[in-house]
């Protein structure tokens, strides 16, 4: 199938301009002006901008936190994606068995999302344990695509120092990138009991007992440790806080290789949340936690200064009136996750380009361009450039909403930002030249995914 899309403002990471764009066989064929090319469909996109697709390098589909499972799969998943305007994922494995090793995950994974998902999809890998044969079947995993591996600093599986300076050290001889969810563990913890130990156990104490500080030290360990390897790639998930931010800062200014990412609720959600009545801060229990109005205006403040990379989603769906009531006598029980795939590239274009916190280039770069540079799926994916898949979207800076549950295709019972307004909406989604949703209505098929095998960034 031909698409010939004219009178489009064609948004780049380093460009606007006014043009068409012609696809063909899954691929950008020619960009121009005044292209008179005969097409299966023609679209008129004058007074809307036309993107690269969304790209959103933190999901969690499919995960089982052992008290509960992520409400979306890979299918509802990557529809809820696909209608806020992001056409590639790259999930995040859950945890498996005590002792397994890397391929099992993958393989698990595999079988969730082959044939299933309706958006392009690659996976990072998760580190359980460190040993001479973990590392030595990461170099098996590169050669699968899978170029990138979390690691945490919390949780049941959480990594020693030792074991991270290992993991980075393999993974800087191969051309990989290490992830690393940075919490001090021992802190959270104790706060944690500390808390419950006095009854403290609603909601807003999930914030307290996981302070900025504990995010902050994290970092700042993780940044020192990737330095003694060797400097080479570290990736700092879901950054929260300007402590981290300031840590980040120092060690990009001193010529380290770091990346950072947030997320919108970091951005647009602030600690009050959890102080609502009838236990809805429940809905918000996410770690790191929301934070501090100062620290949302930082992290703005640092994507518009280039010290923070991506924008990503840590989408982990649980219902409000269902698997988060496990914390509404004690938050320690509520599973932790928020939903958010669908809202990210409408709620970032509303928020940041159309109240001129940052401009729509950089827009593009951060919930695209630069997550595909970083893991390894530019420029096929990323751009619209001749070549290039053809992953775009067409939004309407003038569509009004007012976001609501009713609205999202996310399969799960809230939405964190029900009754927010906002102005520009996707309003179609172009999928290797298919298009996959118009006017928020689901057009794709189970399967139309593909795995990618990524490279070496």
């Known amino acids: 199938m031909s698409i010939l899309i004219k009178n489009g403002i064609i948004v780049n990471a380093n460009k606007t301009f006014t043009g068409d764009i012609y696809i063909e066989n899954e691929i950008i064929k020619e960009i121009n002006t005044n292209l008179n090319i005969e097409s299966d469909e023609i679209i008129d996109a004058t007074g809307k901008y036309i993107i690269p697709g969304g790209i959103d390098v933190h999901t969690h589909f499919n995960l089982d936190v052992g008290i509960a499972v992520a409400k979306d799969d890979f299918y509802t998943g990557t ?27 993958l393989k698990k994974y595999h079988e969730y999302a082959d044939n299933i998902a309706v958006i392009d999809y690659g996976f990072h890998g998760v580190i359980q344990k460190v040993d001479d044969d973990i590392l030595k079947e990461i170099e098996e995993l590169i050669e699968e695509g899978i170029t990138s591996f979390k690691i945490y600093l919390t949780y049941d599986y959480k990594v020693s120092d030792k074991d991270a300076l290992r993991v980075f050290e393999k993974l800087n001889t191969l051309g990989g990138i290490t992830c690393v969810h940075c919490e001090n563990n021992d802190c959270v913890n104790y706060l944690r009991e500390k808390f419950k130990s006095h009854n403290l156990k609603t909601p807003i104490y999930h ?4 302070p900025p500080e504990c995010e902050g030290e994290a970092i700042n360990r993780m940044i020192n ?7 080479y790639k570290l990736y700092i998930v879901h950054l929260s806080t300007e402590l981290g931010l300031n840590y980040i800062k120092m060690a990009k200014e001193s010529g380290q290789n770091v990346y950072a990412e947030t997320c919108p609720q970091y951005l647009l959600l602030n600690e009050d949340k959890y102080k609502l009545e009838e236990n809805q801060g429940l809905k918000y229990i996410m770690s790191p936690p929301l934070r501090k109005k100062s620290d949302n205006n930082a992290l703005w403040q640092g994507l518009a200064q280039g010290y923070i990379n991506t924008i990503a989603t840590d989408h982990c769906p649980f219902d409000f009136n269902g698997e988060k009531q496990l914390g509404k006598d004690d938050f320690t029980k509520c599973p ?35 997550p595909a540079k970083i893991f390894g799926l530019y420029p096929k994916k990323g751009a619209i450039a001749i070549g290039s898949d053809a992953d775009l979207v067409i939004l309407d800076p003038e569509k009004e909403i007012i976001l609501s549950k009713k609205y999202l295709h996310e399969n799960v019972d809230y939405t964190a930002y029900e009754g927010m307004k906002l102005k520009g909406y996707p309003v179609l989604t172009i999928l290797r030249g298919k298009i996959i949703v118009k006017n928020n209505i689901f057009l794709g098929q189970k399967g139309d995914g593909k795995f990618i095998k990524r490279e070496i960034s």
């Open 79 to 105: 529809i809820a994606a696909a209608c806020g305007g992001t056409t590639s994922i790259v999930d995040h494995m859950g945890f498996g068995p005590k002792g397994c090793n890397l391929h099992h995950q």
């Open 207 to 210: 914030a307290y007992s996981r």
């Open 225 to 231: 440790i990737a330095k003694i390897a060797g400097n």
């Open 336 to 370: 932790n996750g928020l939903p958010g795939v669908e809202t990210r590239v409408p709620l970032i274009f509303s928020e940041g380009v159309m109240k001129n916190k940052i401009s729509i280039n950089k827009f593009v770069d951060v919930i695209s361009t630069t």
